[in-house]
């Protein structure tokens, strides 16, 4: 009969033979890999060597990133200084037209054979928007007169007549009871330039705009003239 062996001291017999035949498995692992050509050393030091790159590549990525977003902001605004520059050297352009009209006019405004005091409306014109319903108007009055006349008072009213719905309909701007509007009074010596804009239900088509020019405390028109909307 054999003597009974606890069970630790089988294991604590058996274990340092598990250990070695485990180191020397282990062993024979890494010695076949470096018969095959691979050192593991070598491999954990490229390896490091390649993670350290990845940081460095994803750090510049950042940067390159940033910088693509600065450039981008950087041209958004220059873009825009640049449609401004545009748009600015389009306002300067048509008001220089407008002032060589102006001193055109002017330069024969002599040998036209205006007299004395006469009111005259020069260019008027109306144009439709952008927006739908509405206008642009412009025009010039002129009043020939000496250095030492007083200015001339007064203000403008336009009477636009259009088709609504198939009737026949009259807009006034400014209307009936509000003459007295700022935005139409008139106080010149020699001329006074207009341009604005008025607005209609987009339904409402434009036929023709007449303008009318009253002197201070006169109930009627001193001149008036009509322009079609072609």
């Given amino acids: 009969m054999r003597p009974h062996v606890s069970w630790y001291v089988r294991w604590a017999i058996i274990l340092p033979f598990v250990l070695a035949a485990g180191g020397l498995v282990w062993w024979a692992y890494d010695i076949g890999l470096e018969f095959a050509g691979f050192h593991r050393r070598q ?13 460095n590549l994803r750090s510049e990525n950042a940067k390159l990133s940033s910088q693509a ?3 981008e902001r950087q041209a958004q605004i220059e873009h ?15 008001e220089n037209t407008r002032i060589n009209e102006d001193l055109a006019f002017f330069q024969n405004l002599t040998v036209s054979g205006v007299r004395e005091g006469d009111l005259s409306i020069h260019r ?5 928007d952008s927006l739908p319903g509405e206008y642009h108007y412009r025009l010039l009055i002129v009043r020939n007169v000496q250095q030492r006349a007083k200015d001339f008072q007064g203000n403008l009213q336009l009477l636009v007549e259009a088709q609504q719905n198939g009737k026949k309909i009259v807009k006034s701007f400014p209307p009936e009871g509000q003459m007295k509007d700022e935005a139409f009074q008139l106080n010149f010596k020699y001329y006074q330039r207009i341009e ?5 239900p987009p339904d409402v088509s434009v036929e023709s705009v007449q ?3 009253f002197e201070r405390g ?13």
Avoid: M
Wanted: zero cysteines; a positive charge; aromatic letters at 6%.
């Fill in 80 to 94: 825009a200084a640049n449609q401004e520059t545009t748009r600015q050297l389009k306002v300067l352009g048509e």
């Fill in 69 to 71: 977003a600065s450039y």
């Fill in 124 to 128: 008027f014109k109306i144009e439709r």
């Fill in 196 to 200: 604005r804009s008025f607005h209609l």
């Fill in 43 to 55: 491999a954990e030091h490229e390896l490091s060597e390649l993670r350290g790159q990845i940081a």
């Fill in 211 to 213: 303008v009318r020019v």
């Fill in 218 to 230: 006169q109930p009627e028109p001193k001149i008036k003239q009509s322009v079609s909307l072609s």
